[in-house]
């Protein structure tokens, strides 16, 4: 129970390591919240409105456990996350809903592996590819998603992905997150403001172009040519940080989540098949 569900040299340890990845945690966060069953039980349960930096430490906190914990550490606190959101429903939504762990656990591969190819300059071949996308099934299974429910292979993932952004209808409840995720209320204030704009630039240019025209999202020429010159830029300066530096958020959000699961005392309900 000591080790981990992967390895330090597995693809899904390698790539989510890095930081910098949490930038683009608005892409993610909004193609979830397309989906009008996860954005109307965001919309009536969440709290990322009222306090943005708890919700990411707790998002954070559980995809760097069950990527990079113990096992015992990953199983504990995804039994938690399951048990939480067990309260999450509505009339037509279930939080638990294998459809729904799906798409979210989707949404998390495709957007680490498109801002991590841009970000260092890479193509991923088919077999990494496949990789990556079967050890990232874990982010629905550790929930109690059926491995079944899961697009099989990296090509089935690629269909079933297509066809979910091609149909998507996003609703009035998603735009209403979207407004939370990309003008959030943090200390601060007008301190935020540069950055908060580079987010916004980086969560429309990473976004599916049928999603973003749903939000209303502007997008031409000009905003296309300032995207490529940020992603540009933070691909000449951040792979060239010490490794320490660009996995800080790592040790700090796998410290915050050690140290709230020190406190809890009962065992794992979920384990994951060896």
Same mark, same amino acid.
């Not at 990845?21 to 996860?38: D, E, R, Y």
């Not at 009536?44 to 409105?49: K, L, Q």
């Not at 096992?71 to 279930?94: C, F, I, N, Q």
């Given at each position: 129970?000591?080790?981990?569900?992967?390895?330090?040299?597995?693809?899904?340890?390698?790539?989510?390591?890095? *930081?910098?990845?949490?930038?683009?945690?608005?892409?993610?966060?909004?193609? =979830?919240? $397309?989906?009008?069953?996860?954005? =109307?039980?965001?919309?009536?349960?969440?709290?990322?409105?009222?306090?943005?930096?708890?919700?990411?430490?707790?998002?954070?906190?559980?995809?760097?456990?069950?990527?990079? *914990?113990?096992?015992?550490?990953?199983?504990?606190?995804?039994?938690?996350?399951?048990?939480?959101?067990?309260?999450?429903?509505?009339?037509?939504?279930?939080?638990?809903?294998?459809?729904?762990?799906?798409?979210?656990?989707?949404?998390?591969? !495709?957007?680490?592996? =498109?801002?991590?190819?841009?970000?260092?300059?890479?193509?991923?071949?088919?077999?990494?590819?496949?990789?990556?996308?079967?050890?990232?099934?874990?982010?629905?299974?550790?929930? *109690?998603?059926?491995?079944?429910?899961?697009?099989?292979?990296?090509?089935?993932?690629?269909?079933?992905?297509? *066809?979910?952004?091609?149909?998507?209808?996003?609703?009035?409840?998603?735009? !209403?997150? $979207?407004?939370?995720?990309?003008?959030?209320?943090?200390?601060?204030?007008?301190?935020?403001?540069?950055?908060?704009?580079?987010?916004?630039?980086?969560? $429309?240019?990473?976004?599916?172009?049928?999603?973003?025209?749903?939000?209303?999202?502007?997008?031409?020429?000009?905003?296309?040519?300032?995207?490529?010159?940020?992603?540009?830029?933070?691909?000449?300066?951040?792979?060239?940080?010490?490794?320490?530096?660009?996995?800080?958020?790592?040790?700090?959000?796998?410290?915050?989540?050690?140290?709230?699961?020190?406190?809890?005392?009962?065992?794992?309900?979920?384990?994951? =098949?060896?």
């Amino acid at each position: 129970m000591t080790e981990g569900l992967f390895q330090d040299e597995d693809l899904i340890r390698v790539i989510t390591r890095e *930081g910098a990845l949490i930038a683009a945690g608005g892409a993610a966060s909004l193609l =979830q919240t $397309a989906h009008p069953k996860v954005a =109307q039980g965001v919309y009536d349960h969440s709290y990322t409105a009222d306090d943005p930096l708890r919700r990411l430490r707790n998002t954070m906190g559980w995809l760097y456990t069950v990527q990079f *914990g113990t096992r015992e550490e990953a199983e504990t606190l995804s039994a938690l996350v399951t048990k939480g959101h067990e309260s999450v429903t509505g009339p037509d939504y279930e939080a638990n809903d294998p459809e729904l762990q799906v798409w979210v656990a989707s949404t998390l591969f !495709a957007v680490a592996v =498109q801002f991590y190819q841009l970000l260092f300059r890479r193509t991923f071949d088919d077999g990494e590819l496949e990789e990556f996308y079967r050890q990232t099934k874990v982010y629905a299974t550790i929930l *109690g998603c059926p491995e079944e429910r899961m697009p099989g292979t990296y090509e089935e993932f690629r269909e079933y992905y297509a *066809g979910m952004v091609r149909t998507l209808e996003i609703t009035e409840a998603s735009r !209403a997150i $979207a407004e939370q995720v990309l003008h959030p209320r943090l200390p601060g204030g007008p301190l935020n403001a540069p950055g908060l704009m580079a987010i916004r630039l980086l969560t $429309a240019g990473l976004m599916p172009a049928p999603i973003r025209e749903q939000y209303g999202w502007k997008w031409d020429a000009a905003r296309e040519r300032r995207f490529r010159l940020l992603v540009g830029t933070l691909a000449r300066v951040y792979p060239r940080l010490p490794l320490r530096i660009r996995t800080l958020p790592r040790a700090y959000y796998l410290f915050t989540t050690r140290r709230m699961l020190a406190k809890v005392k009962r065992r794992p309900a979920i384990r994951v =098949q060896s």
